[in-house]
Structure formats: structure tokens, C-alpha cells
């Protein structure tokens, strides 16, 4: 506290001139009304006369923005007198005013001196009052009457805060409402800066109902309040002045009818693209009007695109418009009023019916996102085109006034899924055509897309191996979470091997079957019967003792035969053919016979684009390949972390201010490590489970710290639980994996995350990632995050884990507010021998021809890209390294050939490594040596066509055809009849069937 002294010499010094030379023998009262700001701890006040004598001792505050009054008795008329005021922080803290009889000696505001001051007063007691004065001598005003007014003689009111604070003398007028709106307005005339402020009720018991500072469509700082009056309602109105200002003022009363639009369901329907004028003056709230709540998807409530600013949800005085979706099914929308701040609220609700509050769904709102404090609804999409949604706009604690509305189209085409690929599998075949490639794709909407398939695949394009007729679904989100879906059947069709018809033959001859032909007929003449029923080159000869034998040798044909149809994705009909021939031997006997074909022995098929007839006899012959299905996957990191309970979890608690705080706003106040259950993380190693929950750990209802007086938190709380696995980790791949069990956490409050982090200590232990390897958990099921060695250099320490943010929770809230249940994916990591397949049943068979000879190292390798459209692929001598060769633009279908020399090599390593760039696949491992024959194998998205070894030894796309010998002996009867089916080759006999 300051000595008087100090204030005894400034006094001195400046104003003992201004001493009068006599005093009046006349005394009065003086009433001297002082008002303290925040800092109620700081300031005081005295009162001393001209000889620095208390008059009034010093006075000091207990508590913010308090109001003291007090009366000076019997001071001497044309005394001179100071009020002395302290201020320790020296930002001027005191307001207040000296009054004699009513009458107005001397005032100031706490803005108008430092850390020391005084004002001076001479006593007047004679002084008369103004009339209007005090609330209680209130003149009236009417609808359409303008009255002319002056503050001048006034005295401070130090009424309360209302629309703006009261701070200067003011004079006060009054009126009964009758239901209209009223404006009330100095903007016709006034000297100085005006404030007007209106309240209800009596002058003992005000009730604040509106407040204007400065109306800034007018000029000179003038004020204009509107606002809709109660039948019978007292309203009284007090104009003032900013600061201390005072003045002459014209003050004038409107009155009129609120808009048309106040209802909701008289909404105007408004055409995109027009700029449309409104006017709020007068609105009110419907009974139980609806309110998007306070905003939870921005940087803060304020930004957000789901609600207002937190502090402010109520309605108080709204229009409603409406609205037919466009084509594209977005639209944005900005509203503002015509003044600054053009602080207005804007929420788009879809309503089912608009007299039934309960039926409205908000879609979007936003409070501050447009320029200053306008609203600005970006982007709102997947409306349903061609439907009708109500737009709701209020202003910031009820301001009315003037403004306009913008509702554009944003243009994009509308969202669409398509599918495309092999409609049709064959069971029981070569299992290159028992499983589909379904290629999906996207267009409109807002890219990127995420794409997620009925069988659990997340990629675009899905291989599926159906054992019976299947439709997939194809769900599309676009990033604003617009959904289409789409879909595409697998048809399934069993082909069996059929014997078709029998028959025999006698004599010598020849037959040659034609598929299909336009009768559906064969030609020929007598020849051997088969198993299969079907016609092969061959040639007989009869026996002398009355029975005929014939044989037959040759080859099989070309498994395909192109037929003259199109390609529909689907099996057609099946091919039939039939013949018969006869013939004649030479010997001591003869016979004749027929063969016929009448069975489904073709089957028409779809490859390349185009549809064969294929011989069932020659897809029957591929079952006995063997091929196989691969084992499923995940393709991951050098370093593969599963969640586990078990590991050595560490944590870390950011604490910030609450966002709506008078003081510090949502800033950073401390950050430390706290122990894991502190985070209120719960490790169960027996179960391997990872519980994360908002933190209640450091709530106390007694702390306004920790809590907001309402039984809720105060603080946001950044809680981190992660495991610093080690330098060991820097430089190369790392994936961390886990799977959400269960997920109840109310994401309205909170949000939870997992993420890999590298935090530099050279930048203020930032994440050198920036935040890119971070991603909300799933509501179920696995996740994964993959960040290359590339991103994790020496020296970064590199984190992996989780986080939940929100404010510090009540433990009452416990249980409502829910958790996050994780444990270890159920998705492992690729063990030795398994594919490079990443749980797509990719198919992996065994090599097509197993005794190909390959005498040296092999050379050059020729594969086929059977993945995604456009992708870009490296192939290394060695992981990641070693460079052979690079390609770009790979497309389905596009074959590569690679030679060990492209790479400066005599020959391939025993693998060679194919990178997909920019794939979650990483390097696809194939088999490069003579001892593991890759020919024909598929390692997703790649397919072995063909190699070469250094000897020049290279492998047949198919297996090389074995020469066969049928011998078939015919007796009289059919009981004695015997033939023998001999590979040739191998002088191995495959059939022996005695008579």
C-alpha cells in the first residue's frame, strides 16, 4: 500500500492553484459511488479536503467488480475536495462518480489513469438534478416518437451489465409493451458516444433485456438496440455513454411486426447461388426449438462443423430458410449480419416433420468459421439430390439485425461405385479359373476413397475363390463420409468329367471331330471307342480269328478352341457334338460299329476377353496338377510389434486450460510422466487386453483447477501410453498392429488413437513424422500402421502406442463414458515359407511343370503383373537394395521381362525381390534358382510366366503331352472284350482292363 504521503505531494504539485481562496458556511451531503474492476485486490480509494485530511479513510474491495456507495456528510458548500485512487498493477481499476443532491460534481472511468491518481470536486449545494435522472423519475416514449435528450448534468447509474457495461452518467425513459418490436436508436443525431441499454421489471429489480455499444451501420459511435416486447411488460430504457462520455442525443422509437420467416414452417425455400437479404429484428425462439449443441470437430467449438461455440447454444431470436439438395448432393453455405461483427450461427437440419422438433436431425452447424465472426458451412454433403433440408440462423447472444445468405453448389459429380472383372469361377478345374479378380474403382464425391468389400478386403480390387454363386458388395467413402455401395456376382459353375457315350468299331479307319459346327454334328468313319466317348485319329486291323483289335496314338489337342461368341462373364450352354462312322478290316472275320458323343463333353469358358469352347477331357486333365491355395498373411516391417499387454508401456499426461476459461483459453499448462494406471490405462498381461479410458484420476469437485463447479472436468487431458522400443528400431521398417475389442468410449467427449511417433530432440522433441503415422482406432476389429526405415533415422526416439484426449472426466461419469478394449491383432506376421500375401486369397500353386531341366544358374525371368492398374515396381538383387531394373505404369495383364545382366549380374540370386512403390505389399519375394521351380506359382500381384537358365534351359508354358497307346480287343462277347491304356514314353501302363 502506497503512504498518503505520496498522493499529498502529487496533489501539491499539480493542482494547489485550483484552491479556493474562502469557503461557504453552507454544508449538504455528498455521495461518492465507486466501482472496482477484475483486480479487486489491487485498488483503493480515499477522500481528502483541501488541507489533505481524510474526509473518507481509504476504502478497499473484496471482490470483482464490486460497487460501493457512500455518503459524506455536511461537507462545506464551494469546498474543495480530492478523491485519491490507487492502483497497484497501473491499469486504472476504480470507476465512479461524486453526487450532491442528485446533481453530478465530478466522475471518471477506470480507463482514464495509471497506478496513481485523484479527482477533484468542488461542493455545490445548490445543484439541482435532472428529472430523468434516476430510473424512478423515467420520462416515457412511444412508437414513432423521437425525444431529445442530455447526459450532460447526469450522474452514473452504475446499473448492470447488460448487452454493455455502464460506466458514464446516463438518463433513463420508460414504455409498456404491447408485442411488438421495438428499435431503439440514436443514430439520427448524438455529439458524443452513445450506449443505450433496455431492462424490464421495476427500478429495484432490473432484468437486463438488450444492450447496443455501437450500431455500425450508422456513424459517430451511435447505438441502436431491437428486441420484441411482452403485452403489459414495463420496459425501461437508459442511454449513456461509452467510457465517460457525455452529450446531447436524439433517441427514437420503432415499432413493427417480426419476420414471417420467425416460423419454421413458413421457411422461404431459397435457389442456390443468389445472395438473400434477411432481417432478424424482432425473431424469437419457438418453444422447445432445437440447438446443434456446442461444436466437437474443429480446432474449437467456435470452428467447428457440428456446432456453435461452447459457451453459447441457447436460441434466441432465429429465421429459417430451406432448400433442395442439388445434383451433386453438396452444397455450402455462409451467413453474416450486415454489420460488424456479422456474428451470426447457422445449423442445416434434415426434418421430418417442421411443426415436431423431434423429428429434426442436425446435419452441419457452425458458429465462427466464415470471416470475422460470420458462419461458413463447408462443403455439407451427401444430401439426397432433389430433397428439401431446413437451414436454422441465429445470432451470437441474441443479436438481431440485418443479414444475408449464400447457398452454393459445390459442383462435384455425384459419388458412384462400379466393379468390373470375371463374372464366372468353374469348380473343379485349374484353379487359375476357380477364383475371380473383381475390380473396384470410384468416381465423384470427394477422393480420396476408402474402400471396404463384403468379404473383409479393404483394397480396391479383391481375388475370391467362391464355392457357390456369391454377390459381393463393394461399400465406397469418399473423405467427407459420403457412402455408395455396389454390387458384383460371382456365378459358380461345377464341371464334371463325363464319359459321354460308348461305342466299338470293327475294321480300320479314321475320324476327325469338328467343335461346334452349325448342325451340331461330327464327320468321320469307323473308330476306336474311349473312355471319354470321344473321336481320335487312329487306325485297326482285323484278327484271323473272328474279333477285330484297333489302336490309336497321338497327342491331345490345344486345350482352347475359340468359338464364335461374346464374352459375357458367365457360362453358356454347353458344346455337344455327335458322330459316327464305319468301317471294314481285312482277316478271317469283320464288324462295324458307331461312336457317338452326346453328353456336355465342351464347355464354353471366358479368357482374355474372348469365349472358348474348352474340352472337358483337357480341364480334367489340370485337376491333377495340384494346385493350391496359399497361405494367408500379413505382409509387415522388418520390425512387426504386435499390441501386447506384457510390453513395458510407459505414460505421459499434456495437460491444457479449458477452451472456454476467462483466462487462459485452451492454452498449454504443464506436461510430465505419470504412471500408466495415473492415465488411467489398465494392463491385463494374463489376457493380453489394453483398457484406455478417459482420465478421472485427477478430478476434484473442491479444486475450481480440476473442476468447473458443475460436477465435470476442467482441463483437457492429452493421455499418452507407449512403448520406446529402442534405437534398435531406427533406419528400418516398422509396423505396429493390434485389434479393437471392444470400443464404448463416447466419441462425442473424447477421441483415442493409436500411432507410431519419432520425436527429434533437436526440434523440441516433435514429431518428426508431423503426425502422419497417427490414425483413430477402429470401433472394431485389426489396424496397423507402417512407417519406413527411411522416416526413422538415428538419433529420433521412436514411440509406438496410444492416446485418448478430452477433458479430465468426473469417476461418477465412469461407466458412461466408456473405453477402449485392444489386444493383439489376429492378423500374424508372414512366417518362413508362407506367400507375401496380405489375406486376399491370392492364388499360389505348385510349378506347373516339375521336371523342367535347369543345369545352371537362372538368367532371366519373365512374370506377369496381375494387380492394380497403374502401379509402379522395382526389382533388387536383395531387400529393398540392389537395383536390377524399374518399372512404372504396370497394368493387369502387362508381362515383364527381367535379365540378371539388366542389373550387372551373371545371373539371379537365389530370390529376387519385387518392390511395389508406395504399397502396403512392400517386397514380394520370388524364387530365382534351379532348385525351386517358380514357373507358373503366383506371388501376388505377380504371376512366374517363364525363365531361362545360364545354359540357355528354359520351361513350356504347359506340361509337355504324353504319348498314349490304346490297345482295345473285341471278342464276340462283350464279357471277353479287354483293353490297355500305355504311356509310350515311359512304357508305363496307366489302364489294364482284362477281358
Known sequence: MKHLLSYIILISAFVLWALPNETKAQTCDVTVNVQVDFWYWEAQYAVVDASFNFVLPWQSFSSSFQSQSTVLPGLTDGGVYYVVLTDTYGDGGVSGSVTAGGALLTSWSSFSYGSAAYKVFTVDCGAAPLANDLCSGAEPIDCGQTVSGSTSAATNDFASFCGTSNTAPGVWYEFTGNGDCVELSTCGYANYDTKITVYSGSCGALSCVAGNDDDFSCTGFRSTVDFATTPGVQYYVLVHGFS????????????????????????????????????????????????????????????????WCSFETGVQASVWFTFTAPASGCVSIQSAFQAFPYDTQLAVWEVGDCSDFSTFTELAANDDGGFVFSSFVE??????????????????????????????????????????????????????????????????????????????????????????????????????????????????????????????????????????????????????????????????????????????????????????????????????????????????????????????????????????????????????????????????????????????????????????????????????????????TTLDAGANTIE????????????????????????????????????????????????VASHTLDLSQYTAKYFIKALNPAAGFSDALGGSATFDLPLSGDFSVTVPGSSLPAGLIIQYGFQVDGFNANPANAAALGSVVVTGATIEPCLPGQNSAACDNTISTVPVASDCECNGKVASITVRYVGADGQDFNVNSKKCKGLIAAFTGANTGDEFTINASDGGLSYFKNFTYFELVGSGYGSIKIPTNCHCNAQGQRFYPFEVVSWTDTDGNSCPDVPPCEDLNVTITLDNYPSETSFQLENTTTGTILLDVPG
Do not use: H
Not at 442525443?249 to 413458413?266: I, K, R
Not at 473396384?440 to 481375388?463: E, L, Q, V
Not at 475450481?704 to 528400431?729: C, H, L, Q, R
Open 244 to 307: 465517460s462520455a457525455t452529450g446531447d442525443f436524439d433517441l427514437t422509437m420503432s415499432c413493427s411486426s417480426g419476420p414471417f420467416y420467425d416460423d419454421v414452417c413458413a421457411a422461404p425455400n431459397l435457389g442456390l447461388g443468389i445472395v438473400w437479404g434477411w432481417d432478424s429484428d424482432c425473431a424469437t425462439a419457438q418453444p422447445g426449438e432445437v440447438s446443434p449443441g456446442p461444436g466437437t470437430d474443429g480446432t474449437s467449438s467456435c470452428n467447428s462443423q457440428d456446432g
Open 379 to 680: 462443403q455439407l454433403s451427401c444430401l439426397t439430390p432433389g430433397a428439401e433440408y431446413y437451414i436454422q440462423v441465429d445470432g451470437y447472444n441474441g443479436t438481431q439485425g440485418p443479414g444475408a445468405i449464400l447457398i452454393t453448389d459445390c459442383g462435384n459429380d455425384p459419388l458412384t461405385a462400379s466393379a468390373s472383372g470375371c463374372g464366372a469361377v468353374y469348380e473343379g478345374i485349374d484353379i487359375q479359373y476357380s477364383c475371380a479378380t473383381i475390380n473396384g474403382s470410384a468416381s465423384g464425391g470427394f477422393p480420396p476413397y476408402t474402400y471396404s468389400w463384403s468379404n473383409g478386403s479393404t483394397d480396391p480390387s479383391i481375388t475370391v475363390c467362391p464355392t457357390a454363386t456369391t454377390t459381393y458388395t463393394l461399400t465406397v467413402t469418399d473423405n467427407n463420409g459420403c457412402v455408395t455401395t455396389t454390387d458384383w456376382t460371382v456365378e459358380v459353375l461345377n464341371i464334371f468329367c463325363s464319359t459321354g457315350g460308348s461305342g466299338s468299331s470293327s475294321g480300320a479307319g479314321a475320324g476327325y471331330p469338328v467343335y461346334p459346327s452349325a448342325s451340331g454334328s461330327g464327320c468321320g468313319s469307323g473308330s476306336s471307342s474311349s473312355a471319354s466317348g470321344a473321336s481320335r485319329p487312329g487306325s485297326g486291323s482285323a484278327s484271323p480269328s473272328g474279333s477285330s483289335t484297333s489302336s490309336s496314338s497321338g497327342s491331345s489337342s490345344s486345350p482352347f478352341e475359340a468359338c464364335s461368341l461374346s464374352c459375357s462373364g458367365s457360362i453358356r450352354s454347353a458344346c455337344k457334338s455327335s458322330g459316327s462312322g464305319s468301317g471294314s478290316g481285312s482277316g478271317t472275320g469283320s464288324a462295324s460299329g458307331s461312336s457317338s458323343s452326346n453328353g456336355p463333353d465342351r464347355v464354353q469358358m471366358c479368357f482374355d476377353g474372348v469365349t472358348y469352347c474348352v474340352k472337358i477331357e483337357d480341364v480334367c486333365k489340370k485337376i491333377a496338377c495340384g494346385y493350391t491355395l496359399g497361405e494367408c498373411c500379413a505382409v509387415v516391417g522388418d520390425n512387426y510389434v504386435n499390441a501386447s499387454a506384457a510390453d513395458n508401456w510407459i505414460g505421459y499426461m499434456n495437460v491444457f486450460d479449458n477452451p472456454a476459461s476467462p483466462c487462459c483459453g485452451g492454452g498449454y499448462i504443464f506436461g510430465s510422466p505419470w504412471g500408466v494406471p495415473d492415465i488411467a
Open 692 to 739: 484406455l479410458q478417459p482420465n478421472f484420476n485427477c478430478y476434484n469437485a473442491a479444486d475450481p483447477f480440476w473442476s468447473d463447479g458443475s460436477g465435470n472436468g476442467n482441463k483437457i487431458m492429452n493421455a499418452n501410453t507407449y512403448v520406446e522400443p529402442g534405437a534398435a528400431f531406427n533406419g528400418v521398417d516398422i509396423t505396429f498392429s493390434g485389434s
